[in-house]
């Protein structure tokens, strides 16, 4: 059985754990399971509680991979042509190391991969997530908002995977449920979602394309 989450501030999101903890079942013969996680840039022992969460529900866990991807925190940076020929690199990197992650995983290989976070004590890297999530998101949630070229088409209101995307007299807005996925922004057809760090995105957003996240609220009539 496999875990993969996205790395949120040096930490798998709160939310993340939350609803694992209460979601999954106990393992009664020690069912072998792998931990995968994707991050911008660090991500230290984030895997950590994960992997603890899993052993305490009665799983052995094999493995833990990371799949270094592109930061989708700062989309506009993303797109210079420097960093545009390192990300291609970065999802081709990650391609062949599903290939050989399989491999091992099928030849019950175990291998916990961390990095090291020097002189930086784990506590301090828990506080600095946890602040992070806490507060940052709901910073960055009223700072972000929908322009007049919203089409109502909805897209971004049915796959929020936290239900942030509220609407409110007549338009949509974000609440501070946000936690600044940015799946909306990178999904949205007509560009209409405006972040703090840039007054318009002229082009398009990093989700692979063709890429349909799945529903998870049904349409608004209005």
């Given amino acids: 059985i496999g875990f993969g989450f996205p790395v949120y501030a040096f930490a798998p ?18 069912q072998k399971a792998f931990v995968f996680l994707t991050a911008g840039s660090i991500f230290f022992n ?7 969460l899993i052993n305490e529900k009665g799983y ?28 291609e690199k970065r999802f081709e990197d990650a391609r062949k190391k599903v ?5 091992c995983l099928l ?16 506590i301090a890297l828990k506080t600095i997530s946890e602040a992070f999530e806490l507060k940052g998101r709901k910073f960055f949630a009223r700072k972000s908002y929908f322009d007049e070229t919203c089409i109502k088409c909805q897209l971004c209101y049915r796959t929020c995977p936290t239900g942030a995307i509220k609407y409110e007299g007549e338009r949509f807005v974000f609440s501070e449920d946000c936690i600044d996925c940015m799946r909306c922004y990178n999904i949205c057809p007509v560009n209409a979602i405006i972040r703090f760090e840039q007054p318009r995105r002229t ?20």
Avoid: H
Wanted: hydrophobic fraction near 35%.
């Fill in 60 to 87: 052995e866990v094999l493995r833990s991979t990371s799949y270094p991807m592109t930061d989708n925190f700062f989309p506009r940076l993303m797109q210079m042509s420097y960093l545009k020929s390192r990300i």
């Fill in 203 to 222: 082009t398009t957003g990093i989700m692979f394309p063709g890429y349909q996240p799945p529903f998870v609220r049904d349409a608004l009539l209005l």
């Fill in 13 to 30: 999101p709160r939310w993340v754990l939350d609803r694992w903890e209460k979601s999954i079942p106990d393992s009664s013969c020690r």
């Fill in 99 to 103: 290939e050989n992650e399989v491999k």
């Fill in 107 to 122: 030849s019950l290989e175990k291998n916990i991969e961390m990095q090291n976070s020097g002189c930086i004590p784990s």
């Fill in 46 to 52: 984030a895997a950590s509680p994960v992997i603890k």
